[in-house]
């Protein structure tokens, strides 16, 4: 028995464009001529083409060597191996016709063909088939044999190309059950053919992967379940060129497992008792259950598929603790997800400014301020003015608390500034109605005092201290005995904040002088006197 198997190698159908025409060459086999064909060929070659799927019937074509290819026909059609320059042929081969099939797998759908030899020969032959459905692709196979009976094979029968899946039927799929996105290989035959299309219910999957014959990789589509729905049984269909495919057990579509959002909780904080939305998504997949670190929430009301409103449960602040920061827990019938951060249990309320927020509206730098309000000494506090953070004063008390006002908060130049006031705490924040006034910083004088401690009329000294930089900046002189004179010296360049450069003026005695440094924040005197030296005139 001899025979050929064409697409070679055999593995799918050949595919032929819309309206379009694929030629296939073979190699000639020929066997015994039919009985009823004795006496007329010494030799028969039978192919049996397969349009696989479709119902337009094709045009199939003949060609032996280089000669003209020959449209087959229940007519008998001479065919020629070669061309004449005129296009007409020559070195005739034989005849070509269809025949009639009956009786035989793919009958309907199965074109014969028949090529009659008037003596033995051997050639190339070419097979061409045009597709005239206009509407879809065609999709063929072919058997070349030396007889009748060696054409009639199972490659050549549309019916083997039908899909379907694998038996058992726990075989189908893998895995067997999955949230939207999950991928799943289906397992069968024939899934190939063509450009597949894999539903379940009424859903259509995305491939995951190039078709193979035996497995298609695919997505689990959106849409399957009704929101709330822990899962839901849906039959997998597989459609090909050639038919549909049923899976003969259900996919079970699971709700996806629940995730927090970020920020996870409104509010982040709160006490016990108090309700608290948790947000994310798919929280309402059968029973819900909430979880603060080990112990069980009451919900309220109905979780959505978006957020959820829970009590904080009591017990979880150890006494002694102001706070406790726990980790919350969402359980549904389709898993359970941990928020990122931590849910902080408060034992007390906020902190909360009173009406005054503070003993006195401003101040300098180093000036003690009380602040009045409530849960002011939860945990350690802390106090801003501004962004700069003020040192706080024991005792504490719920009501009260002392701040030290602190520097840096008034630029050179500036004749203060108005800072918010705010007390942090581990249960929460505050800020103060109004703003507190910051006075610039007194001058101060510091250790040398003066550079130097003697000088003459006119001459420059050096001034030591601090704040000295605040303007308005002057430096006075002062007799400390006798007439009291004060004379204005003259800044020599521009303080800073240690240090002023002065000339000494010119006052009517020799004496002992008293210096002193006024800026925008006060005044201050020097503590050594300063001697003007002898010997010049006065």
Known sequence: MVFAL???????????????RVDAGFAQLAGEALPEFAGIYARMMFLRVAMVGGTVAPSLFVRAGQGPAVAVTATTQPVFRATRPEGGGTGFVGDAFQVLQAGVPGAGTVTGVVVGFDRATEETWTLGIRNNDPGREGYFTWVVA???????????????????????????????DGAQGTPVILSGRNFNVGIPRVFFSAAEAALLAPPASGTLTVAVP?????????????????????????????????????????????????????PVALCGRNFNAGRTQVFFGHQTAIVVGHPTATSLTALVPEGLVHPGEPVADVRVKVETRAGTAVAGTAFRILLSEPPQFGDPPFNQVSGWPGTAV?????????????????????????????????????????????????????????????????????????????????????????????????????????????????????????????????????????????????????????????????????????
């Open 6 to 20: 064409f697409p070679d190698p055999p593995v799918a159908p050949l595919a032929a464009p819309v309206a379009g």
């Open 222 to 274: 959106e849409g399957l379940l009704v929101s709330g729905e822990p899962g839901a049984d849906v039959p997998v269909s597989v459609q090909t060129a050639v038919g549909t495919a049923a899976a003969a057990t259900p996919f079970r579509v699971l709700a996806e497992p629940p995730a927090f959002a970020d920020p996870a909780f409104d509010p982040v904080s709160g006490w016990p008792g108090r």
């Open 370 to 538: 009380t602040l009045f309000g409530r849960n002011l000494d939860t945990g350690t506090p802390q106090v801003f003015f501004g962004r700069q953070e003020a040192t706080v004063r024991e005792p504490l008390a719920a009501h009260k608390l002392m701040a030290v006002v602190p520097q840096g908060l008034v630029a050179p130049g500036e004749e203060g500034a108005d800072v918010p006031v705010s007390v942090h705490t581990v249960a929460g924040t505050a800020t103060a109605s109004a703003t507190f006034h910051i006075e610039p910083p007194k001058p101060e004088f510091a250790k040398p005092f003066l550079s130097t401690q003697e000088a003459q009329l006119g001459e420059s000294i050096t001034l030591h201290g601090s704040n000295f930089h605040f303007a308005p900046v002057k430096v006075f002189f002062r007799q400390s005995s006798g007439a009291l004179v004060v004379k204005q010296g003259a800044i020599v360049g521009r303080p800073s904040p240690t240090v002023i450069d002065v000339r000494v003026p010119s006052l009517p005695a020799r004496d002992f002088l008293v210096v002193t440094v006024e800026t925008a924040g006060g005044s201050a005197i020097c503590p050594l006197r300063l001697r003007v030296t002898p010997g010049h005139h006065l």
């Open 146 to 176: 030396e007889s009748e009976g060696e054409a009639v094979q199972p490659w050549a029968d549309p019916a083997s190309f039908v899909p379907a899946f694998a038996d058992p039927p726990a075989a189908q799929f893998t895995p067997d």
